[in-house]
């Protein structure tokens, strides 16, 4: 850890410290209002101070606590809930065996550890976000090698990223130069950003380890600020390095049921406006639900079905064409607010879908993308979903028209997606679709 960093561990602790005991405080109120089970709460408190210990420690061996990480959103929580997990295990086996050891003199955690974890989860995820700003930080003094003046904008718009580009070198630098702006005192430096595959001299970033310079690749930081994948930058190799074939077999449960659970309200909501919504689409002529077939995980072509929003199109063909000149009052409704989708949650059920992933293509676009388009495919690896990365992020999306310029930059966010898909992210893109749908209702 570095020098300078050491006067604000103190701080950084009494903040950890102040909010678990909140944070227990909280649960132990919780626990006694509803559970009616009552302890001698001084006795409780004091026997989770050792508690307080093994969350610190767990959380210092995960590399949370050192200055020089960076704290984007993912990477707090990807951590922190790591950490989490273990320190709970370990509380659970340290009140384990005070019973067994003193003979039950302790207490039994139960429901109360787990609200209290859930609970400290929050204030600490919060806390170590906020608390550089909070107590005035220095921030992580950086040097950057290369001419990219897009990472320098966008850590002044990103106010989650704690660092401050100091010096700027160009990539052809001698290392004499370099030498000299890491001996300077003044401004000495923390890490160092640079493109590490085009950058020719790896013998001057290995002697920086040496140094305790945390060397950063500038096409992770882009990736990281962006949230999307550079595709002009990956081949074979970054795939092989990057991309699982398969979701871990947690990963994929938890996401299976979170879909499941997810479905009950949308079949309670679909259940009750299907009487109405069918009979005001039917009443402008035609069917009332509308199948195409779609491209699913690897490569399969299901069928889905969405309440018919467009009136019957004489060409007969609406998979190459402008929709919205053919699109009824009553889809136009169903379109702001996402009713026209509610017939796609049995497909969810069935397991065609989650209710997150790349959005499905048709099949006769899927074959035009794979040919103009390199590595489209790779998107058929993780089911389709109702929303997805793309659809939250990406300003303008093809919508099932032929457009290869704005579906490769979808491309960009899907594989984002894949590579960092979690249960995080998939409630992250959860909440991020709410409020795309009630924006889009509010305004009109």
């Not at 679909?270 to 690897?298: C, H, N, T, W």
């Not at 064409?321 to 702001?336: A, D, P, Q």
Request: glycine residues 6%; neutral net charge.
């Amino acid at each position: 850890m570095n020098h300078k960093f050491n006067k604000y561990v103190f701080f950084f602790l009494l903040g950890d410290f102040l909010l678990f005991y909140a944070a227990l405080y909280i649960a132990v109120d919780i626990r006694d209002e509803y559970w009616g089970e009552s302890v001698d709460h001084n006795f409780l408190y004091l026997s989770f101070l050792p508690v307080f210990l093994i969350y610190e420690t767990v959380l210092y061996i995960s590399g949370i606590l050192d200055r020089r990480f960076v704290p984007s959103k993912k990477k707090v929580f990807d951590l922190l809930l790591r950490g989490q997990l273990v320190a709970t295990v370990l509380t659970f086996v340290y009140f384990y065996l005070g019973n067994t050891i003193f003979g039950d003199v302790m207490i039994n955690p139960g429901i109360l550890l787990i609200i209290f974890s859930f609970i400290l989860f929050i204030f600490i995820y919060t806390w170590k976000i906020l608390r550089g700003r909070l107590l005035n930080v220095q921030p992580v003094k950086v040097m950057l090698i290369g001419d990219d003046p897009h990472v320098e904008e966008s850590f002044s718009r990103n106010n989650l990223w704690d660092m401050e580009i100091v010096k700027k070198i160009s990539i052809s630098e001698n290392v004499e130069a370099i030498d000299e702006i890491l001996n300077d005192k003044e401004n000495s430096i923390d890490a160092v950003i640079v493109d590490i595959d085009k950058y020719p001299r790896l013998d001057v970033l290995y002697k920086l380890i040496f140094r305790n310079i945390n060397i950063l690749n500038l096409v992770t930081i882009k990736e990281e600020l962006s949230e999307k994948i550079d595709i002009s930058r990956i081949n074979e190799l970054w795939f092989i390095t990057n991309i699982r074939s398969q979701e871990g077999y947690l990963v994929s449960l938890l996401k299976r049921f979170l879909d499941l659970a997810l479905s009950i309200p949308v079949l309670i909501i679909y259940g009750l406006s299907f009487p109405i919504l069918a009979y005001l689409v039917k009443r402008d002529g035609g069917e009332v639900f509308f199948e195409m077939p779609r491209v699913g995980q690897a490569g399969k072509v299901f069928t889905i079905r969405k309440f018919r929003s467009m009136s019957p199109d004489p060409e007969g063909d609406k998979q190459l064409v402008e929709h919205k000149k053919f699109v009824t009052k009553i889809g136009k409704l169903m379109r702001k607010t996402g009713l026209d989708e509610l017939p796609q949650v049995m497909s969810i059920i069935k397991g065609d879908m989650s209710f997150i992933g790349p959005r499905p293509e048709i099949p006769d676009l899927v074959k035009k993308y794979e040919k103009e388009i390199e590595h489209y495919q790779v998107r058929h690896l993780v089911k389709p979903g109702l929303s997805g990365w793309a659809q939250v992020m990406q300003k303008e999306a093809p919508h099932h028209a032929a457009d290869v310029e704005l579906t490769r930059e979808k491309l960009a966010y899907d594989l984002y997606y894949i590579k960092n898909h979690s249960v995080f992210l998939y409630m992250i893109i959860v909440l991020k679709t709410i409020k795309s749908l009630a924006n889009r209702t509010n305004h009109g």
